[in-house]
């Protein structure tokens, strides 16, 4: 263990108060105000989704600004940014859980609960893009009664089964890693309700040696099937592009570059988390700023692969003197939607540079502003992709153009709302820091002081 | 043996306290024992002779059937609809893989949480030990040993009074 890891908390608090101080989150909520402002705001923008969805599905698709030939954009967009930003969670709690840093533990619960939210914003998006969403279930291998199949050679096929897949093992995994927390919660609550509440929940943990250690093993082996599924989710999604045509998309570095910038804006969107949640409830003694010295540092790494991948792009672009890449890249560069190109270099990387300084990233609110920026350059960077590969495609006759509709963004932002709502349910009812993990981690290094 | 018991629950307040415990506990001869703890606690198993859990090869067993379900399911939907594309084939073997593998994936997380609660005996919401008086600290910072009633060497007092020696903070007595 490094010096740095082993004191990444302070090591003069008691086992027992850090769990009295996170299981008192939920059981006596100290900042009911601010959350109770921030879930009207939330279901405002809920409110807006569903109104959104219901003039979607009264209306039609038509009510979007898509069109032949820019016929993906906002829905596939925000699709892959929302998975993208998902995937953080996953690779917090599964990557590192494995290469055992353990200045994850204070970070996973809440970035898996992210990531469920993330990946249920993003899931809904293809399904109000079907046109008739209520033929959904055609999607699925079942008897049909007029003897067709889906079609599993196409990869709008294998995207409803990584994404589903997605869903259910990122659940099973942050409900598995719950349970102890869910138990320590059920011994310190004190009201009928919440005792029965988390109870239930608990499914009866009780923490014997027999069970840790079958625990421990079926949750590291998850962790370990988590990994690969991250890489080979967003792989499959950059497949519905890199397996077109499409010049722009038809591209081998289009897997990496997605996995890669997914991690990065996923990452900005922990931060902001993160940071957002340690000063909401006090949390300075377990989110250290030597926690977000170290998300910083990750941040900017994956920035720069991240970089390495719009490089690589134009290298692959001119190498390839495809005059139909040549012309999606000088639009990219210079065309109609030339500022998402440079919005996305500049939000995405220029800001990213400040954490090149250590004190960047240790204040809270400078590494906030910058993943803030990058969570927008990503955006950009998505919707870069999606309509500067498609409005001018290999047909001058059916080049055309993309304006956002009002119900492209109400429906985007509703999303917003989408996984705010159930994500601040789950910060009111739900330990949001795992307890165990940080109590071993203070054993660990109390352990490693003494001794 | 006086009233059936389900056996002699030892609190201890720290995971070394515990292990030294566990061990005397295993050297006097008891057999029936398990700790419970707020976390897991490295080198506990060993100590009591846990058996090795066999979790891995459920997660083994599921991963092959999840890849096998993929590949019969998407073999047996081309075989019994083929549309001709191209003239690509139909048995796609460079196209399959990403269902196998999510299946795989899936399959075998779920199998491996599933034997995991399964072999736990979980959920189970009651226990004789949640009766316990100061069992709720097991979550917290506490550390318990528990001696099952049903260990050959087990006698009320004298396991109790083994205990009190083994240091323990406070020994209760939990009924059936």
């Known amino acids: 263990m490094t010096d740095r890891s082993a004191d990444i908390l302070p090591a003069d608090q008691s086992i027992g108060r850090v769990s009295d101080q996170l299981t008192g989150i939920p059981l006596h909520f100290p900042a009911g105000r601010r959350w109770l402002i921030a879930m009207v705001f939330a279901s405002l923008l809920l409110l807006m989704f569903v109104i959104s969805v219901i003039a979607l599905f009264t209306r039609g698709v038509g009510i979007w600004g898509i069109n032949i030939p820019v016929n993906w954009a906002f829905a596939i967009h925000n699709y892959v940014w929302w998975l993208g930003i998902g995937h953080a969670g996953t690779l917090i709690s599964a990557l590192l859980l494995l290469t055992q840093s353990e200045w994850r533990n204070s970070l996973n619960r809440f970035a898996e609960t992210m990531t469920l939210f993330a990946v249920v914003c993003a899931g809904i998006y293809p399904v109000l893009h079907l046109g008739r969403p209520w033929y959904l279930y055609w999607m699925f291998p079942y008897p049909a009664t007029m003897n067709v199949w889906p079609q599993f050679r196409s990869p709008l096929e294998w995207d409803i089964w990584a994404v589903l897949t997605y869903l259910t093992v990122s659940f099973a995994f942050w409900y598995t890693g719950l349970i102890p927390d869910l138990a320590a919660a059920r011994d310190r609550a004190t009201t009928r309700g919440w005792q029965i509440f988390f109870g239930v929940t608990s499914l009866g943990w009780r923490g014997s040696a027999t069970h840790w250690l079958r625990w421990s093993q079926a949750y590291r082996l998850t962790a370990g099937l988590a990994v690969p599924l991250v890489v080979s989710v967003h792989s499959e999604i950059s497949l519905l592009f890199a397996a077109g045509q499409i010049p722009g998309w038809h591209s081998t570095i289009f897997p990496p570059y997605f996995v890669l910038g997914a991690a990065f804006s996923g990452f900005a969107v922990v931060s902001i988390i993160a940071i957002s949640l340690r000063s909401w409830f006090g949390l300075t003694n377990l989110v250290t700023d030597e926690h977000l010295d170290l998300l910083g540092t990750v941040l900017l790494a994956t920035g720069l692969m991240t970089a390495y991948g719009y490089i690589f792009e134009i290298f692959g672009a001119l190498y390839s003197g495809d005059p139909h890449e040549l012309q999606t890249l000088s639009d990219r560069l210079t065309g109609a939607y030339a500022w998402t190109y440079w919005g996305a270099i500049f939000f995405n990387f220029v800001p990213l540079q400040a954490l090149w300084w250590r004190s960047a990233r240790r204040t809270g609110w400078s590494l906030m502003l910058i993943s803030i920026s990058v969570a927008l350059g990503m955006w950009l960077e998505r919707y870069m992709i999606l309509v500067t590969s498609l409005y001018r495609d290999f047909l001058v006759s059916s080049w055309g153009g993309f304006t956002p509709t009002f119900w492209d963004w109400s429906t985007y932002f509703g999303t917003i709302g989408l996984f705010l709502v159930p994500f601040l349910i789950a910060i009111r009812l739900i330990p949001l820091i795992s307890i165990f993990e940080t109590e071993e981690l203070l054993h660990e290094e109390q352990e490693a002081r003494h001794g | ?176």
């Open chain 2, 1 to 176: 043996m006086a009233e059936s018991s389900y056996g002699l629950l030892a609190e201890f307040d720290s995971p070394e306290a515990l292990k030294a415990a566990a061990k005397q506990a295993r050297a006097a001869g008891y057999r029936r024992l398990d700790a419970f703890t707020p976390f897991p606690v490295e080198g506990l198993a060993q100590i009591l002779r846990l058996p090795k859990p066999n979790i891995s090869w459920v997660g083994l067993a599921g991963g092959v059937a999840g890849a096998s379900v993929a590949l019969l399911m998407q073999c047996y939907v081309n075989y019994d609809f083929p549309i001709n594309v191209g003239g690509r084939p139909l048995y796609a073997f460079s196209a399959f893989p990403v269902v196998m593998f999510e299946l795989t994936i899936l399959f075998s997380a779920l199998s491996m949480i599933a034997a995991m609660l399964w072999q736990n005996g979980l959920p189970r919401l009651n226990h004789p030990l949640f009766d316990a008086r100061r069992f709720y600290l097991a979550s917290k910072d506490r550390f318990f040993l528990c001696i099952a009633d049903d260990d050959g060497r087990f006698d009320q007092t004298e396991t109790g009074s083994f205990l009190r020696r083994a240091g323990a903070k406070s020994v209760e007595l939990t009924a059936l």
